[in-house]
């Protein structure tokens, strides 16, 4: 066996810089759409909270704006009598249903909220794994150093 072909076959499994480049760029594109997947599972995980608490908002805010429509009835209703003396039953009425109205939107707006709050939109999971790829990194290319 010549030399030359010992020297060629020991530097066999060295790798040429195109293919040095391709690995990388197929490492790359890995990794990148394995964070993409995390941050897409992680936001429509998001998502599906937001679209639960919604309703309950919405809901809460038609309510409460009913109320505000039977409140502006019984001012109505109170200016009107202060001209025209009526029973006091109807502004009664008004305010029991008023009262009714604004606890029951009330209570809807703010379980809506508190559902809101306690789901942050921030992908918390995603930013944790980010972190841990950049530690990994430096620590990487500190032991090639």
Same mark, same amino acid.
């Given at each position: 066996?010549?030399?030359?072909? $010992?020297?060629?076959?020991?530097?066999?499994?060295?790798?040429?810089?195109?293919?040095?480049?391709?690995?990388?760029?197929?490492?790359?594109?890995?990794?990148?759409?394995?964070?993409?997947?995390?941050?897409?599972?992680? +936001?429509?995980?998001?998502?599906?909270?937001?679209?639960?608490?919604?309703? +309950?908002?919405?809901?809460? /805010?038609?309510?409460?704006?009913?109320?505000?429509?039977?409140f502006t009835a019984l001012l109505v209703m109170i200016i009107g009598w202060a001209f025209q003396p009526k029973p006091w039953a109807y502004p009664l009425a008004l305010l029991i249903v008023t009262l009714l109205y604004v606890i029951v939107g009330g209570a809807m707006v703010s379980t809506g909220w508190?559902? +809101?709050?306690?789901?942050? +939109?921030?992908?918390?999971? $995603?930013?944790?794994? /980010?972190?841990?790829?950049?530690?990994?990194?430096?620590?990487?290319?500190?032991?090639?150093?």
């Open positions: 066996m010549s030399s030359g072909q $010992t020297f060629h076959n020991a530097n066999a499994h060295v790798k040429s810089v195109p293919e040095i480049i391709a690995d990388l760029k197929a490492e790359l594109q890995d990794f990148l759409g394995t964070r993409i997947a995390i941050i897409r599972a992680e +936001l429509a995980e998001n998502l599906r909270s937001v679209k639960i608490a919604m309703p +309950l908002v919405a809901v809460g /805010l038609a309510v409460a704006w009913t109320a505000w429509l039977v508190q559902r +809101l709050k306690t789901r942050s +939109l921030k992908p918390e999971r $995603t930013i944790r794994v /980010l972190q841990q790829d950049k530690i990994w990194i430096q620590e990487e290319s500190r032991a090639q150093l």
